[in-house]
């Protein structure tokens, strides 16, 4: 059965970071794009980041740009997301994805993601 496990979420004042991490059951996910999303209750799941297969294509959610990274490594089927300078409104359930989306900065935004993980809960302190 495909899978995708997340983990490191948690409890962290405004300004720490998190790193989180995405691990995949099968080696076909080393050719997929890979991206996170992130929802709050009432609110529509949003999009936070994303990488293509090749790892040198990403995009970002303007609310996360310059303060989130996100990798991977092909080898270990893993994507994680470092999450520096964290604010109160990054509170949310984080879910990793994988499918065909991308590769351009659009595509890896609003293209299909056909596998979902359980989500991890990040929460922000103020």
Known sequence: QVQLVESGGGLV????SLRLSCAASERTFRTY???WFR???GKEREFV???AWSGVSTNYADSVKGRFT???DNAKNTVSLQMNSL???DTAVYYCAAGAAGPSPYGLKYG???YWGQGTQVTVSS
């Open 70 to 72: 996100i990798s991977r």
């Open 49 to 51: 980041a994303a990488i």
């Open 112 to 114: 299909r993601y056909d």
């Open 33 to 35: 794009t890979r991206g």
């Open 87 to 89: 604010k109160p409104e």
């Open 39 to 41: 929802q709050t209750p």
């Open 13 to 16: 004042q405004a300004g720490g």
